[in-house]
């Protein structure tokens, strides 16, 4: 996987409104984000260290739960991750729409857990703790909440920490991180 640069530029294409990177050697990348869905909307704006830390942090996140992410999989998830940290408008707490778990976690760093809703598991990435919620984006392909929303691929939700389950805590043949992850 690429390491971030400071030479990685972030703008808004003029095509689409959606937010992409510049990285090396003149390669493209454009997140799931549209210019409206950005508190800020950067203007040819270089990686800082800030979010060189954000990207790093999320890339060894996914290397250390061992899911078999591939290498364009993970640049995606981190790409985005990054994004959605730096430059996502403000997501409000639903938590209301996620089934409250008996394990749950408390994560400091991004990593990967399961939330359910309507009885299905999905994975997500998560990115920040503030308070008892937390901020994470969806890796599954998508989902809809009982009012009827349909979330998809990375997308940012925030639910309360006891909503979320770590990596391994399910036993379950029906919930596979390794089919998840080749569906990216």
């Not at 400071?6 to 390669?27: R, Y």
């Not at 998508?142 to 399910?170: M, P």
Request: hydrophobic share 40%; with cysteine; net charge negative.
């Amino acid at each position: 996987m690429l390491l971030p640069s400071v030479k990685w530029k972030w703008f808004i294409d003029s095509t689409n409104l959606a937010l992409m990177v510049e990285l090396d050697s003149g390669l493209f990348f454009q997140t799931a984000y549209r210019s409206e869905h950005l508190h800020t909307v950067p203007d040819n704006q270089y990686f800082d260290i800030e979010q060189s830390n954000y990207f790093t942090q999320i890339a060894e996140a996914l290397h250390e739960s061992e899911v078999p992410f591939d290498q364009s999989a993970q640049m995606q998830i981190a790409l985005n991750g990054t994004a959605a940290l730096c430059f996502h408008r403000p997501v409000i707490n639903k938590s209301w729409l996620y089934e409250k778990q008996n394990a749950c976690i408390y994560v400091d760093t991004p990593e990967l857990a399961w939330f359910k809703v309507n009885t299905e598991f999905y994975l997500a990435l998560t990115l920040k703790k503030e308070g008892d919620s937390v901020l994470c984006l969806n890796l599954s392909e998508r989902f809809i909440t009982s009012d009827n929303k349909i979330h998809e691929q990375f997308c940012v939700i925030r639910i309360l920490s006891d909503r979320l389950i770590g990596l391994d805590s399910l036993i379950d043949d029906d919930v596979d991180a390794s089919q998840q992850a080749k569906n990216l």
